[in-house]
């Protein structure tokens, strides 16, 4: 019963995100469709851990959003093709229960996610020779932007902790920040060699840096007692 009343509050979050134009109309259906089985799978509050992330992206996708619509580089709407990418490495994680995996691809989304989103604002090095670049520059990273993903990936690790999905705090943070960190200079280096020259899409790039965060945190899970 609890379920699918989770259920219909999932339909209604999702419903409000497409209004307020977050979300396209297929990302929103996406979106839940893949927490429907994760509520099943694995609990609600796997779910609410992917919230979180999106709560976060939402916040800081408007912060000095003027002056990113003034650089070019304000995103607005997210399409279908942003919800696989970084949302299909923590749906697998959840459906087979590895918090290692969900912990450290959500932790990476977020990280990346709060990374491009404050740095923006502050002049970027790329990250392969360190030479100043334009804001919006794939593999484009700055001080404050890696502060503030490591931050993000801290947060998901406090929240994993909160809701449950690991009772011990020290490793569910060490996992998050480890594998958030690691997987957001990832998606920065694939960045700056491979989608600079059109051989990866953004969307490809997201996509393995998840990959590359579940691997961590599924490696930290097995090395850390």
Not at 31 to 60: R, Y
Not at 169 to 186: D, N, P, Q, R, W
Request: glycine content about 12%; proline content about 2%.
């Amino acid at each position: 019963m609890y379920n699918l009343e989770y259920v219909v509050l999932l339909v209604i979050i999702g419903i409000l995100i497409y209004a307020r134009k977050a979300l396209d109309l297929l990302g929103s259906i996406f979106m839940i469709a893949m927490g429907v089985i994760i509520i099943f799978a694995a609990g609600v509050n796997w779910l609410l851990l992917i919230f979180v992330f999106l709560i976060l992206g939402l916040i800081f996708t408007r912060y000095r959003h003027q002056y990113k619509k003034e650089i070019g580089v304000y995103e607005g709407t997210r399409t279908l093709k942003n919800v696989i990418s970084n949302g299909i490495v923590p749906f697998v994680m959840a459906a087979f229960g590895n918090y290692g995996g969900f912990i450290g691809s959500i932790a990476t989304a977020t990280a990346d996610t709060m990374a491009s989103e404050v740095g923006v604002v502050e002049t970027p090095r790329l990250i392969t020779n360190l030479k100043k670049v334009p804001p919006g520059t794939d593999g484009g990273i700055s001080l404050l932007g890696t502060v503030a993903g490591i931050i993000g990936a801290g947060i998901i690790g406090v929240s994993a902790y909160i809701l449950g999905i690991n009772p011990d705090l020290i490793k569910t943070m060490e996992i998050a920040v480890v594998s958030g960190t690691v997987g957001c200079f990832m998606d920065s280096i694939l960045g700056a060699v491979l989608e600079s020259k059109s051989y990866l899409t953004n969307e490809h790039v997201n996509l393995i840096a998840t990959v590359t965060g579940a691997f961590i945190g599924i490696f930290m899970v097995q090395v850390i007692v």
